[in-house]
């Protein structure tokens, strides 16, 4: 029996681990995406110690990190918790099973779907979730980002080296980015902000072509796109993030 299974192995679960390990417990850290979400971004820039590194990078330190204890790290999804008679918890993979007197859950959050008519058409068809994973696929094209947090900023702005216009379509007042930012957002004539204004469909037959708007921009309730990228957080619970 271990003691302790992390669920997760994105930056938390990792971290959680280097703790653990330190503590002398024993820990496994089951996780499906090694890594997690930070791997979608180039750009880590609030990571006390590195001026400069990607999130792949940053996630590879802290796996190395936690592999320098006696950590294991099993790749697996888990499908099941079990508590078991003795005060302990039963974890069930697809083909594994492991036994744990504790279990931290690091399983992060998901981003929050567009919940628009045509966006289950056109997801992967000009509606993207990872401008890291897409940018170099829209080269030359107009596309939007929908959201207004630091990870909405950071994908504009990496759009923005490929893309002659980027757009920000944010529902609220103001972009909530860091301040850094929000500077980069502000010196880059490719990218327009759209603030106060939803997206209510997505348009297009087997590709996008545009949007369509709450609140008519330059005279307009359609915006001309040639891509989609959705960046909108959301909490474990569902509720949006503020
Ligand atoms: C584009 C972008 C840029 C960002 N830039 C920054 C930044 O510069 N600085 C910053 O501080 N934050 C940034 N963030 C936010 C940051 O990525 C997250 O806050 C962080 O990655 C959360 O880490 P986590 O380990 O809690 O969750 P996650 O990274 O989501 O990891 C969860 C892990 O759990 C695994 N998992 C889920 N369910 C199961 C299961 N049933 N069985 C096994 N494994 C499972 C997943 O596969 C994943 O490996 C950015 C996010 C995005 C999208």
Redesign the pocket.
């Given at each position: 029996m271990y003691d302790l299974v992390i669920?997760?192995?994105?930056?938390?679960?990792y971290g959680a681990a280097i703790y653990a390990a330190r503590l002398d417990l024993s820990v496994v850290v089951?996780?499906?995406?090694?890594?997690?979400?930070?791997t979608?971004?180039d750009?880590?820039?609030?990571?006390p110690g590195y001026i400069q590194l990607t999130?792949k990078e940053l996630s590879d330190h802290l796996k190395a990190h936690a592999l320098d204890y006696p950590v294991f790290i099993d790749t697996?999804?888990?499908?099941d918790i079990f508590r078991c008679k003795e005060n302990c918890f039963y974890i069930v993979?697809e083909n594994k099973s492991f036994l744990a007197k504790s279990v931290i859950i690091?399983?992060?959050?998901k981003?929050r779907e567009l919940e628009v008519p045509g966006h289950d058409e056109l997801k992967n068809k000009g509606v993207s979730y990872?401008?890291?994973c897409d940018a170099p696929l829209y080269k030359d094209k107009v596309v939007a980002v929908v959201g207004g947090s630091?990870?909405a900023a950071?994908?504009a702005l990496l759009l923005a080296k490929y893309c002659p216009k980027v757009y920000i379509i944010y529902r609220r007042e103001k972009l909530r980015p860091e301040p850094i930012n929000a500077r980069r957002i502000e010196r880059e004539p490719k990218i327009e902000v759209i603030t106060e204004t939803n997206v209510t469909e997505i348009l297009g037959e087997t590709k996008v072509t545009g949007v369509k708007l709450d609140k008519p921009h330059n005279g307009s309730d359609t915006l001309s796109l040639d891509g989609v990228f959705v960046?909108e957080d959301k909490f474990p619970d569902g509720t949006k993030s503020q």
């Open positions: 669920i997760g192995s994105g930056v938390t679960g089951i996780g499906d995406v090694d890594g997690g979400t930070i979608l971004t750009d880590v820039a609030n990571y999130g697996g999804t888990v499908k993979t690091a399983t992060g959050m981003e990872c401008a890291l630091d990870s950071k994908e960046a």
